[in-house]
């Protein structure tokens, strides 16, 4: 399964990715070196870790890294929310990404099932 660029999760995970790092771009400088940086590495984390996972041997290692998707999929999630309490984003803002990653958070709970390991 080395064909990541046709999961519709890994599609929308580089989207999403897209979509945060627009957000943070509006961000103050002086969270260039940490919320920033930090949202961002997570964020493109989902991405990576689906495409790594699909190059890998075996469905069993596939999951895996399906669930370190996951893992940095939550970890955006608490850093927007965190964002979203420094007023760095607005609530309707913060809806809409949180609704985009549930998503892809769902989604990937449905693949690492259907690999049934």
């Known amino acids: 399964m080395n064909r990541f660029r046709e999961l ?3 599609q929308k995970a580089i989207a999403f990715a897209a979509a945060v790092y627009a957000v943070t771009a509006q961000f103050p400088d002086k969270e260039r070196f940490g919320l920033i940086s930090q949202l961002n590495r997570a964020v493109v984390s989902v991405a990576s870790n689906i495409a ?3 190059g890998r041997n075996s469905q069993g290692e ?5 669930g370190y998707a996951v893992g940095s999929a939550f970890e955006v999630e608490t850093q927007l929310i965190i964002s979203e309490k420094l007023h760095y984003l607005d609530s309707n803002k913060l809806e809409s990404l949180i609704n985009q990653l549930h998503e892809i958070q769902n989604m990937l709970f449905k693949l690492k099932k259907s690999l049934g390991t």
């Open 62 to 66: 596939f999951n895996s890294f399906l």
């Open 52 to 54: 790594e996972g699909a």
């Open 8 to 10: 519709t999760v890994w």
